[in-house]
């Protein structure tokens, strides 16, 4: 079994255990062909919470800075994550994510930038947008209830808290519209999600 698979099923039972931990709209994860998981942010939680569902391994996004840490960079690493750098490095990080779309991997990615300090959705930055117009690929709409709850930005540890994950279809947009613009329109999906699901 590899590192990927194990701590698939690690955090299965944990979120099950822990969270109380319900996914809906699964029938709408592929298992063939990339695209882009974009979801609301607003706790460490949400990457594996969004990625352990899909029936396939997906690509995950960490600063490049956590790769400096031996032990956590392994375990990244063999859970198919890419290094993101700001500032003249970040068009390296965006043409590796580019890379792995067009050769059919699902990577996930956060259209806020960062975890909201409120649980609130916050405004876009243009970097999913970036991708999207690159790429031309669909866009997976994934909006994550509870996490906030469980574990906020300030908290130093999880508390128990249901977590409930729902996945929308995936929507192709219009690749004619500018990176900020299509961003939002990510965004606005996930909102959709959000708010169609009490």
């Known amino acids: 079994m590899t590192v990927y698979r194990l701590s698939q099923r690690m955090f299965r039972l944990l979120f099950r255990l822990y969270f109380r931990w319900e ?14 998981l974009v979801c609301n942010h607003t706790s460490f939680l949400d990457p594996p919470l969004a990625g352990t569902p899909w029936p396939r391994p997906i690509h995950y996004l960490a600063r490049e800075d956590l790769f400096d840490i031996p032990l956590l960079a392994w375990w990244m ?5 890419i290094p993101t750098r700001r500032g003249p490095g970040s068009l390296y990080s965006l043409r590796q994510v580019v890379h792995t779309i067009k050769a059919g991997g699902i990577v996930l990615a956060f259209p806020e930038g960062t975890r909201s300090p409120t649980g609130a959705l916050q ?20 909006y994550i209830r509870g996490a906030f709850e469980a ?39 996930v909102d959709g999600l959000g708010r169609s699901v009490a």
Request: proline fraction near 13%.
């Open 23 to 36: 996914v809906l709209g699964t029938e709408h994860l592929t298992r063939i062909g990339g695209g882009l």
């Open 77 to 81: 690493r063999a859970c198919q994550t």
């Open 123 to 142: 405004d876009p930055r243009g970097g999913v947008g970036w991708i999207i117009k690159m790429t031309g690929a669909p866009v997976y709409p994934c």
């Open 151 to 189: 574990w906020p930005r300030r908290a130093w540890f999880p508390r128990p808290r249901k977590i409930r994950v729902i996945y929308g279809p995936p929507v192709r947009l219009p690749g004619d519209l500018e990176p900020q613009a299509l961003s939002r329109r990510a965004l606005a999906l």
